[in-house]
């Protein structure tokens, strides 16, 4: 029976063609028998089998294991099975493989890779997805309790579409990459709900979810929440790099308001986040550079109130706030924000009757009302190092209980507790290096446990010219790096003699988990009648670097009598403090320098490294075409900006992308030059026309594929799938 093929508890083998002779009779028993219902089962599917024939055919209860390899299907996938709470559907990868890769070809008529149509209880998870122009997943005709979680959805339109009214939709841990293909799409990572709120969508959660590079579309928001669409979390997601801006929400008409909380994003298009109304946003971090950080104002029928903008962190932006349309409006909070914006400036109406309290605003601002923010220091000293998107506050930062306990939230941009006076901004200082995950590229991973470290002297009071022993240790970490009077990795657990001391001076450890998660701690030891040991602090600019180039090296020094430069191109006596240029670079170098003083000495270094080459790859697909048919170039780019395509086509084109070509007649080379910081690099991809190959014939004449009951017995006999296709034809026949 066709069930115990396709339906089974244990994981199937591709299905090998059996050849027997089947009667008339018999024939038809099978495929009449063939029409009862089977419990829910698992089903597995392999790389030749089609995930279109696969998932149109599942049932309450099913688990469908998705076996690594490629899908390539050319029909409209469309799942419509409707699970329950009792029987939900699941649709996964095999554990321990590789992500299956479902995708169109680019010779089929544009359509969404997946359709979710009227589904309920139905999981989607650790697919990779791809497509030829349009959408990765589309969701529509109310859909309800939907997972999508652990995919990778590229070379789409929009990443996951949500077409319809729909609600308790989940998409968490997915990565959204290069929307907008084939470069005229709008290409937003999320698009969710519709223009002017004629559909909604409700009581949703997008979590956890990585979205970049959408800049080859006409728009490519991040993740824009429509006009209507209310009851929805977006919080912990990672966006950058985006045509518009990295999160777009409207306003909920006057349902309950969305929630965008601990998400980071750099390289926004046009803003960071914008918004008109009926919203919570909090304990996030915008990196505004060229765009507006934070920007508020009137859009498609919806006006500023029932919002409240509290403890985020702004770092530049051009402006770095705009808030237009804020007057004497219900509902309007702007506090416990740490916004620093040297050069960026702000774009601020009259603030009458809003709520502005417990910011902290650097450089100082006629924006806002002066008793509603704190002035505070450049983002530099405030903040760890905000060039490397690290903006934990530092230790004597003026974000520091700056804020109002009235607005505080509960927990912070990693999770933490708030406690007494609150600071302002994303973090709330606990330690002396961010506890939590370190902002980078990749997915926001939960803190995890700090390591434990601790770090003693023999004696923390010794003579003048003496020498003390450290010794330390740490639990849960990786590596672990000393400061202060001592520098350079050091083992996870060790001891070290360090001396002759001149002076006092202050020995620290930091060590980091594997999860990124920071522990600092440190020992003092004092010399009797000695003199402070010199202190010295020592960094280059730009760094990375460009290929050739020459970096700006800045130190300064105290309780010191002279310093002289130690390693690299860079050598010599030295002023106490200063700036000039070392250059050109044409390889990583590390720079060092040490500082004497009646106290002792200090030595410092600063690791340079290079802007890298640019590395282009570029591949087609297929490669040897048929005389008058097209091949599809698929190429990604990383360490450039910008690229100029040669050879058999011409032009710029984006850093990543997918194109069709012309139909093709000869043999054709395809190049593609880009350039970055790092330099140029160049790569192409050849495609040749392949030889015609004759269709194979029967002996009476005919070409193969009639629609015999015998080839429907074949294929019946063929794969689980086949078998299903001719249940569906027998009963039609019947």
Request: charged fraction near 15%; include cysteine.
């Amino acid at each position: 029976m066709l069930d115990q093929f396709l339906r089974s508890s244990e994981p199937q083998a591709p299905a090998t063609l059996i050849r027997r002779s089947v009667s008339l009779a018999g024939a038809c028993w099978a495929l009449l028998a063939l029409s009862h219902p089977a419990l829910a089962a698992t089903l597995h599917l392999q790389p030749g089998q089609s995930f279109e024939a696969a998932v149109e055919s599942l049932r309450p209860g099913d688990l469908l294991v998705v076996h690594a390899g490629e899908y390539l299907d050319s029909g409209r996938i469309s799942i419509t099975v409707k699970g329950t709470a009792d029987q939900p559907v699941v649709i996964r990868a095999a554990e321990g493989e590789a992500k299956p890769h479902i995708r169109r070809a680019a010779t089929a008529a544009v359509q969404n890779t997946i359709n979710i149509e009227g589904a309920t209880y139905l999981t989607i998870a650790g697919l990779e997805i791809s497509g030829n122009g349009g959408d990765g997943i589309n969701l529509n005709s109310n859909p309800a309790y939907i997972t999508l979680e652990d995919l990778e959805i590229h070379d789409v339109d929009v990443g996951i579409n949500f077409r319809s009214s729909m609600n308790d939709i989940v998409v968490r841990r997915n990565e959204i990459h290069r929307t907008g293909a084939p470069g005229s799409g709008t290409g937003e990572g999320m698009y969710v709900g519709c223009n002017y709120a004629e559909c909604v969508v409700r009581n949703s959660l997008i979590e956890n979810n990585w979205i970049h590079d959408t800049r080859q579309s006409t728009q490519g928001d991040g993740i824009e929440i429509k006009l209507g669409s209310y009851g929805n979390v977006i919080r912990d997601n990672v966006i950058h790099d985006t045509g518009y801006p990295c999160i777009l929400t409207y306003g909920t008409n006057g349902n309950p308001v969305n929630v965008v909380e601990g998400n980071v994003m750099w390289n926004c298009g046009d803003s960071g986040i914008q918004t008109a109304a009926d919203a919570v946003i909090r304990n996030n971090i915008i990196f505004g550079g060229s765009s507006n950080g934070f920007n508020s104002q009137s859009h498609q029928g919806a006006v500023p109130a029932n919002l409240r903008f509290v403890h985020n962190t702004i770092v530049g932006g051009q402006p770095c706030v705009r808030l237009s349309g804020w007057t004497n409006r219900p509902g309007l909070v702007f506090a416990n924000n740490a916004v620093y914006c040297d050069g960026g400036g702000f774009s601020v109406g009259d603030l009458t009757g809003v709520v502005v309290t417990g910011n902290v605003i650097s450089p100082s601002t006629t924006a806002f009302p002066s008793a509603g923010f704190r002035i505070g220091g450049t983002a530099a000293a405030d903040l760890a190092s905000p060039a490397e998107r690290n903006v934990y506050p530092t230790e004597t930062s003026r974000v520091i209980d700056a804020g109002s306990g009235e607005q505080m939230t509960d927990r912070d941009f990693n999770g933490r507790e708030r406690f007494g006076a609150p600071d302002a901004g994303a973090y709330e200082r606990s330690s002396a290096t961010n506890p939590g995950w370190r902002v980078s590229p990749g997915f926001k991973a939960a803190a995890g446990p700090s390591p434990e470290v601790s770090i003693t002297a023999n004696s923390t009071s010794i003579a003048a010219g003496s020498i003390v022993e450290l010794t330390w240790s740490s639990a849960g970490a990786t590596s672990c790096l000393a400061s202060g009077n001592w520098s350079g990795e050091k083992p996870l657990a060790g001891s070290e003699s360090v001396g002759p001391l001149g002076g006092s001076g202050s020995f620290v450890l930091r060590c980091v988990s594997s999860a990124g998660v920071e522990t600092e701690v440190s020992v003092t030891v004092t010399v009797a009648g000695g003199s402070a040991s010199p202190s010295l602090t020592l960094s280059a600019t730009p760094n990375p670097t460009p290929q050739q180039a020459f970096v700006a090296v800045e130190w300064l020094s105290a309780n010191a009598t002279s310093c002289t430069a130690v390693e690299g191109p860079w050598t010599g006596v030295k002023a106490l403090q200063g700036s000039e240029p070392v250059g050109p670079m044409s390889a990583p170098v590390t720079l060092a320098m040490t500082c004497v003083g009646p106290g002792g000495s200090t030595t410092r270094s600063v690791a340079i490294s290079l802007v890298p080459v640019p590395v282009v790859q570029i591949s087609a697909s297929p490669t040897s075409v048929a005389s008058g048919r097209p091949s599809t170039l698929t190429w990604a780019v990383d360490g450039a900006s910008t690229c100029i395509a040669s050879g058999a086509w011409a032009g710029p084109r984006p850093t990543s992308g997918w194109e069709q070509t012309a139909k093709l007649s000869v043999e054709s080379i395809f190049e593609l030059e880009c350039i970055g910081g790092g330099g140029s690099a160049r790569n192409a991809v050849q495609v040749t026309i392949a030889s015609a190959i004759a269709t194979p014939s029967r002996r009476d004449g005919s070409t193969s594929g009639a629609g015999s009951l015998d080839s429907l017995l074949a294929l019946l006999l063929m794969s689980p799938i086949a078998m299903h296709r001719a249940r569906l034809v027998a009963t039609r026949l019947a």
